[in-house]
């Protein structure tokens, strides 16, 4: 058995093993063009804006990163975030802050157990699932909507802290993401569910066999992914401060994109939270870019389909060679 | 006969569904007729299209997500070119946006077959990518749509020596039937629909019987992408300019395929099934519409019905699976 | 040259090889037939025959080795390319399109009607109906009906797999005379069975196949069963018993392990046995005769259809593979890739079933961890210098994985399908002295190989089953591989009624 390894398998196989190392690269490339074209806008000021406005596209994507490690995806996530964001925004006048908040992850919560259900016992593939129950989301937040109308609407000072806020030029947000990446790391190297959802997705048929009961992950991941869309939309209606009913469809697709630039792979066993971070920033920095050149939003729509169709054919295609 | 029956039993069964629903709907609104089914006949050819072209790429054993983003490329093209344009020149500009269609159709297709992502990738990802042609295209709502082309779906079928509003035949209905024919002709009269069946039922045997299966599913693809067209046409005829946004006829059509009997793990089901239940889907809106439902429920209702359709869709699937 | 072409072989195959990824199929597969010859094609379980048929029409292109029909070189890229060559086959699985009615089919494969209609009679259907749709056909029917339409076609070369194998009797002798009479009307056949019975009645020679190459070409005459069986198990050295210690004599008490008339799926019919706590009990048979079921039921992957199973005596159900593992039951099935996470780590591939329950989905103890882990990879000399995805480990290490998971899990009956299928002989006997140790250590060990010199290495006793049914158990000690074989091939001379 000779095992003759190509250069091309062979750098596939490092880009595998040290998926960090060339994103790295290609964010400090992405930063040096933009230098270049535009001198001195890269200053501490810029580094920090770029980071608070990564940072909510990062957690969004937790929700994508998570649910890619099973093979599945979660196109509700952005509607759940606008849910939870605008139904505390009506009620903290109403009830209160913590009250408020509270309630807000009510719907989160609900919407993440109907995707599990969905996916996990009646075995809807989660796209499909995940656009229905986006669908009916945003059906009910219009009707809350209307009931709404008159109590007017707060984002408290302290999510305007947390997203605006800055403390020696670092952003504020950072004392909620710090620890929340944390958490999702140790979750995906360090705990039995974490090494469970790569086990589904790698090979559903050997987790069975292994004893897994597979619907129970499904609930117990998509109920997770609906939590964390719901305090991503915290945190995002306070940077931008007016909650309204499309508040982070914006970040929808670039929340896939950034997963799947980080190098999760869409089929589900491979992938790690650390890439789609540096994958949210690089796709900050590239919209950054994309203004400047004043690119319209059809041109960035066709680039994230381009980038998601390439990658996911590249990475098939490295992962496929052994 | 009996066989007939048997076979065509879930679309028999719809049908039914459909004349009880019809009944229901005279009985909510006394005063529904002509313009009632007129007005229900022409919201439905957009779902219509759409459902038919994922049923033919989900009998092919796939599913194409960007139907709905193609349909508004197709639908803002046909918008720009016909500002101003006259009679002939549409006609032009209509077969120009149907090989548009089925040029995004083959590409599609042609990214599932070369690439070998999964189905479901391949065309989340192409559906930005039409969105954003769609949006390059056109930034806003506008446009406009040759009077002769949007008279073909508005109205009623005028009988000579009959007012307008005495047949009950809308002429929207007329289109579709008359746009879907050659594709049912395709699917159930030749060859290559008898090819889209086997690959999409047992690939294996469909390659051993001989079947091309790249080209097959390439060619399911372009068919779909020229029914996609034809929904973006639609589109533009009844509002009368483009949109660039693509409507909620992704999980609309998907449902309506569950409903219609098509299974999604390929190679079964037919057109007629889909089309019957997207206006069962439709009727039912309606319904609910003259019931003076808030719209935004009727929008929740609409999705709960669509999302249970496809669970149960789903738990069918597992069971066939299972030997 | 040109009036020398009756003496030609219709059909010349020399030295075809292919590889898959590591494993090699076929290194010299050699097959040539004559006009009007039915050559049987016979081998083991996994000795090439489905690779080289593949091959022979157009399904695999070979790695190696040239294929001549009537004298030209020739290579095909398609199924459809071989057929128009004049090669036909009938594979093993029906392959109308479940979907499509009978009329349907026809038309996809350009057969034509009335010839097809009139082998469709011949071969004893009379009740065909056009517009039936095939997946609503009795498996017999559908095997005719390929056989119908690849008769309809005039072929040159008929490949028949296992054309007889879900047949009634009747139906048999339907088959078998339809193809002799196309034999003598100058067609050609490859005829690839297990029945020696029907080998007898049909076919000129025989052609055997063992470890991908060819190893004999013998004409049928009375006797010849003998000479094939010694050249499919070839010469082999009789291997020293690695077993030392035999404890189910002394096992008492209910067995571990109890199966009563098991039914399940539509091949396995009736198999009962007792497995006890430190016995290793071989299964013998041939491809397909419902030993997947058999496991399958076992680990929690399949229900039965009919009969028991009892687990220290007490009746047992399982829904899912996890009822199973509770009861105490590690499934080792026959497909690696079914069994390993491929893009993961060797160490989270043996772990897995530690994390399986909703009370382990916490933070996981590494240290603990890493020594369970450490402890298997050492007992089954893991070789783990490729750490990073299971994938780039070796066939043999791969296996050594799945068994692995189970030894860190501890076992209490152990499912082995097939573990030394394609692996070095190291390896397998590191497998074999592995599976002696655990009966040692008091588990019961279930084991079924498609290699019959493995079994008196490694068994107690042997269950030999057969067309769904257990045939025969005997003692491993005098469990020969002559006499292993024609049991398994329904030889034996005490078949149950």
């Not at chain 1, 200053?43 to 969004?60: Q, S, Y």
């Not at chain 3, 103890?365 to 298997?376: F, G, I, L, P, Q």
Request: aromatic share 6%; hydrophobic share 50%.
């Amino acid at each position: 058995m000779t095992t003759t390894v190509s250069t091309g398998q062979r750098i596939g196989r490092f880009l595998r093993d040290n998926p960090l190392i060339p994103l790295i690269l290609l964010l400090l490339v992405l930063v040096a063009i933009l230098e270049i074209r535009q001198p001195g806008i890269v200053n501490e000021r810029w580094v920090g804006n770029t980071i608070k406005f990564a940072i909510p596209l990062a957690m969004l994507a937790a929700c994508q990163t998570l649910t890619m490690y099973t093979g599945g995806i979660d196109l509700s996530a952005s509607v759940v975030a606008t849910i939870v964001a605008f139904v505390m925004a009506t009620q903290v006048p109403v009830i209160g802050v913590v009250p408020g908040i509270l309630l807000a992850m009510v719907p989160a919560v609900l919407i993440g157990l109907l995707n599990g259900f969905g996916v996990g016992i009646c075995g809807v593939h989660p796209l499909i699932m995940t656009l229905g129950t986006g669908l009916i989301g945003t059906g009910f937040l219009q009707v809350y909507q209307r009931t709404v109308i008159a109590s007017g609407s707060v984002v408290p000072e302290s999510l305007q802290w947390l997203g605006t806020g800055r403390t020696f030029g670092a952003p504020n947000a950072l004392v909620l993401f710090i620890p929340f990446a944390i958490a999702i790391l140790f979750i995906q190297n360090r705990t039995g569910f974490g090494r469970l959802l790569y086990a589904l997705g790698s090979n559903e048929k050997a987790a069975r066999l292994s004893g897994v009961r597979s619907w129970q992950v499904y609930l117990a991941l998509y109920t997770l992914s609906g939590l964390i869309a719901g305090v991503t939309g915290l945190l995002y209606v306070g940077l931008i401060k007016a909650p309204s009913l499309s508040l982070v469809e914006p970040l929808m697709l670039p929340s896939v994109a950034a997963a799947v630039i980080g190098g999760t792979s869409i089929f589900g066993g491979r992938g790690s939270y650390s890439g789609t971070i540096i994958g949210a920033l690089i796709l900050t920095v590239l919209g950054t870019m994309l203004t400047l050149l004043q690119m319209p939003e059809g041109g960035r729509r066709i680039l994230f389909g381009a980038i998601i169709l390439a990658l996911t054919a590249i990475y098939l295609r490295i992962t496929d060679q052994d | 006969m009996m066989r007939l029956v048997q076979r065509n039993g879930w679309v028999a069964g719809l049908l039914v569904l459909l004349i009880i629903l019809l009944i229901a709907t005279k009985i909510i609104q006394p005063d529904f007729g002509a313009s009632g089914v007129e007005s229900l006949g022409r919201a439905s050819v957009p779902f219509a299209f759409a459902t038919a072209a994922m049923a033919i790429v989900v009998i092919a054993g796939g599913i194409d997500l960007s139907i709905a983003a193609m349909m508004a490329v197709c639908s803002v093209t046909a918008a720009r070119l016909m500002v101003g344009a006259g009679d002939g020149e549409t006609v032009l500009i209509v077969i120009l946006v149907l090989a548009l269609g089925a040029l995004m159709g083959a590409i599609n297709g042609a990214m599932v077959v070369l690439t070998r992502v999964p189905d479901i990738v391949v065309t989340l990802a192409m559906l930005f990518v039409w969105e954003g042609t769609a949006l390059l295209i056109l930034n806003t709502p506008s446009g406009a749509a040759t009077q002769w082309l949007r008279d073909l779906i508005l109205g009623s079928l005028s009988i000579p020596g009959l007012p307008e509003r005495a047949t009950f035949i809308p002429k929207s209905l007329v289109f579709v039937v008359i746009c879907l024919i050659p594709f049912w002709f395709i699917m159930h009269r030749t060859k290559l629909g008898l090819s889209i069946y086997a690959v999409g039922g047992d690939p294996v045997a469909a390659f051993r019987s001989g079947v091309p299966i790249g080209r097959t599913r390439i060619i399911a693809y372009s068919l779909a992408g020229v029914l996609a067209g034809l929904g973006g046409l639609s589109l533009t005829m009844s509002t009368g300019i483009g949109e660039p946004i693509p409507g909620p006829y992704l999980l609309a059509s998907v449902s309506a395929v569950v409903l219609g009997g098509v299974a999604l793990s390929g190679g079964k089901g037919g057109i007629i099934g889909p089309i019957v239940a997207v206006f069962i889907l439709r009727l039912v809106r309606m319904d609910l519409t003259l019931m003076s439902v808030d719209p935004n429920v009727t929008t929740i209702v609409e999705g709960t019905i669509m999302v249970v359709v496809v669970m149960l869709g789903g738990m069918l699937a597992m069971k066939g699976r299972r030997p | 040259m040109v009036h020398t072409q009756t003496d030609l072989p219709i059909l010349d195959a020399q030295g075809i090889a292919k590889r898959f990824g590591a494993v090699t199929a076929l290194n010299d597969a050699s097959l040539t037939v004559a006009k009007g010859q039915v050559v049987a094609l016979m081998g083991a379980n996994g000795a090439g025959k489905s690779t080289l048929v593949k091959i022979l029409t157009g399904a695999l292109r070979p790695d190696g080795g040239h294929l001549k029909i009537n004298g030209t070189d020739r290579s095909f890229s398609s199924p459809g390319a071989a057929r128009e060559a004049g090669l036909v086959p009938v594979y093993q699985e029906p392959s109308l399109i479940r979907d499509l009615d009978v009329a349907q089919n026809l038309r996809l494969g350009d057969t034509p009607v009335e010839p097809f209609l009139h082998w469709v009679a011949a071969l004893g259907i009379t009740d065909l109906d056009l517009h039936e749709m095939a997946g609503d056909l009795p498996l017999a029917t559908l095997r005719i009906l390929d056989l119908a339409r690849a008769l309809a076609s005039s072929p040159d070369v008929l490949l028949l797999d296992e054309m007889t194998a879900a047949l009634p009797s009747d139906l048999v002798e339907k088959v078998l005379n339809v193809v002799r009479e196309q034999a003598d009307a100058g067609r050609s056949v490859i005829y690839i069975s297990h029945r020696f019975t029907e080998i007898a009645q049909l076919c000129d020679r025989a052609t055997v196949l063992r470890d991908g190459a060819t190893v004999g070409d013998l004409p049928i005459e009375p006797g010849v069963e003998e000479r094939v069986v010694e050249l499919m198990l070839g010469a082999k050295l009789t291997p020293a018993r690695i077993a030392t210690h035999r404890a189910h004599a002394t096992a008492t008490g209910p067995a571990r392990l109890g199966v009563r008339n098991l039914a399940a799926g539509s091949r396995l019919t009736d198999v009962s046995f007792e497995l006890h706590g430190g016995e290793v009990l071989g299964v013998v048979a041939l491809e397909g005769q419902g030993q997947d079921e058999l496991f399958d039921v076992l680990g929690g992957f399949r229900r039965a259809r009919g009969g028991t199973v009892t687990v220290d005596g007490a009746p047992v159900t399982f829904r899912h593979p996890a009822d199973a593992i509770a009861a105490g039951h590690s499934l080792v099935p026959g497909n690696r890739a079914d069994a390993l996470l491929m893009s993961r780590s060797v160490r989270e591939n043996i772990a897995i079933p530690r994390l399986a329950r909703i009370c382990n989905w916490g933070s996981i103890s590494m240290r603990s961890e890493a020594e369970t882990v450490t402890a298997a990879i050492e007992r089954l000399q893991i070789d783990t210098r490729a750490q990073g995805e299971v994938r780039r480990l070796s066939g043999g290490n791969q296996q050594k994985v799945t068994i692995a998971r189970w030894v860190a899990s501890g076992v209490g009956t152990l499912l082995l399908f097939d573990p030394s299928r394609g692996i070095d002989v190291r390896t397998k006997r590191q497998i074999y002295q592995l599976v002696r140790e655990m009966a040692e250590q008091g588990a019961a060990i279930l084991f079924y190989t498609s290699e019959l010199a493995e079994i008196p290495q490694a068994c107690d006793r042997v269950a030999v089953i057969f067309n769904g049914k257990l045939v025969e158990i005997m003692d491993a000690a005098d469990a020969d591989e002559p006499r292993l074989m024609r049991a398994a091939y329904g030889l034996t001379s005490k078949v149950p009624a």
